[in-house]
């Protein structure tokens, strides 16, 4: 293996970087982007029954907050609660930005690996048929070792290029369609618990004109 690399010319070092920090991401990704990190489950159900059952206290909120991305969306509309229904989306719609922006953390490094991979690979491939060339401006088509040489460059960086490039950007498309669909679903409960807290504010209003009357 060691071999290879050497053979494969400096741009291996920055290839062999482009991987550690591909791999790194990946784990990190994935362990941060667990369905039970992010949606724990219950919780729309849950934070709905706090918002028509009673009053909520803020240090239970601030601990909503900090339990989940799911639930800083929630934590944000239960902020406002008592304020209009557009209000209460618009602090929905920009807290969802930050939330989105943590959700992708890192994936469009993620996606530069994919990208500029296979371009070293290239750089070495182009680095190894110079390098084939001069040989042959040296020491003519006899010292098949010199050309060799060459050879072995261009093919072992175009090699290790895709070979990280490749499960990088199949990675960097899998988080991102698992993040796309988790917005989907804290929109749906982000959508469910405005139309709880919509719904208790006018059954509030009712019993209100009732004993009124």
């Known amino acids: 293996m060691l071999e290879l690399v050497i053979a494969g010319g400096w741009v291996m070092v920055p290839i062999l970087l482009l991987a550690v920090g591909a791999i790194g991401i990946t784990v990190e ?115 098949a070792n010199r050309l060799a040489g060459g050879i072995g460059q261009a093919l072992i960086s175009t090699a290790a290029g895709l070979i990280v490039a490749i499960p990088a950007l199949v990675l960097y498309r899998w988080f991102r369609s698992r993040v796309a669909g988790y917005v989907v679903e804290m929109e749906k409960e982000a959508i469910a618990l405005v139309d709880a807290i919509e719904d208790h504010a006018v059954a509030g209003k009712a019993r209100a004109r009732g004993a009124a009357a």
């Not at 690996?113 to 182009?126: D, N």
């Open 29 to 143: 990704r994935a362990w941060t982007l667990r369905r039970r990190e992010v949606l724990p489950p219950g919780l729309g159900e849950e934070v709905r029954q706090w918002a028509k059952g009673r009053q909520l206290d803020p240090r239970h909120i601030e601990v909503l907050r900090s339990n989940s991305p799911l639930g800083a969306l929630l934590a944000a509309a239960l902020d406002v609660r008592h304020r209009s229904r557009e209000v209460i989306k618009e602090r929905i719609e920009d807290t969802g930005r930050h939330v989105l922006h943590e959700l992708e953390r890192f994936l469009p490094t993620l996606g530069t690996i994919a990208a500029v991979a296979p371009l070293l690979g290239l750089l070495g491939t182009v680095l190894g048929m110079i390098s084939m060339f001069m040989a042959i401006l040296d020491a003519g088509v006899g010292d």
